[in-house]
């Protein structure tokens, strides 16, 4: 019983330790909310993996129409806020670039 256990988790561990992205998650979907949020232009260089069994983690590049530090906070709250509410992504790291550097 034990080793038929073990066998039947080993897939889903292997997947776990390797980082994979999680099944259930649709990159376009999200690529999709953030951008339809305000004063962003693009994302790219998308990354989503699983932590663990419960935390999903996401690395991004944002492009924004940002001006100040202040509007760039903002935008980075509402992102993580986005991908929190509805996602269930709650470890984020996201780098912004100016729509005119690129």
């Avoid at 989503?48 to 980075?76: C, P």
């Amino acid at each position: 019983m034990i080793l038929y256990q073990a066998f039947v988790m080993l897939p889903k561990t292997i997947h776990l330790l390797m980082e994979g992205a999680p099944e259930a998650i649709n990159i376009n979907e999200i690529k999709s909310s953030i951008l339809n949020l305000k004063n962003i232009e693009d994302i790219h260089h998308v990354h989503i993996w699983s932590l663990d069994e419960k935390t999903i983690a996401l690395e991004a590049h944002i492009v924004a129409n940002i001006n100040t530090f202040d509007e760039m906070e903002a935008i980075k709250q509402l992102v993580k806020q986005e991908l929190a509410d509805n996602f269930n992504i709650t470890h984020s790291t996201l780098e912004f670039e100016h729509e005119m550097m690129c």
